[in-house]
Nanobody, 125 residues
């Protein structure tokens, strides 16, 4: 059974940090690019970060560049999103997704075949 399960979300104060994990099973993550997306209430799902299948390329949305970092551990079938200096506008449900992604289209949700259920991240004082 194919599964992607996010964890590590929660409530954090502005300026704080969280690390999201995306644990996968039922398929070989080695061959898949992994994207992180987020969706705030009333807004469209937006691409946050992406890492290529062979870990040699990453991309970030301008809004999170220099604050977020994406990584993966294929031995653990897990991808990560380290989020630093969090801001209230980062509040959203965060999703991980996997697919055979064209690098130029990493931010497009329709490029991905497999999705997790999401993890809530709330940044508030």
């Amino acid at each position: 059974q194919v599964q992607l399960v996010e964890s590590g979300g929660g409530l954090v104060q502005p300026g704080g940090s969280l690390r999201l994990s995306c644990r996968t099973s039922g398929f070989n993550l080695d061959y898949y690019g992994v994207g992180w997306f987020r969706q705030a209430p009333g807004k469209e799902r937006e691409g946050v970060a992406w890492i290529s299948s062979n870990d040699d390329s990453t991309s970030y949305a301008d809004s999170v560049k220099d604050r977020f970092s994406v990584s993966r551990d294929n031995f653990k079938n897990t991808a990560y999103l380290q989020m630093n200096n969090l801001k209230p506008e980062d509040t959203a449900i965060y999703f991980c997704a996997a697919g055979f992604i064209r690098a130029a289209a990493w931010y497009m949700p329709e490029e991905y075949d497999l999705w997790g259920q999401g993890a809530q991240v709330t940044v508030s004082s």
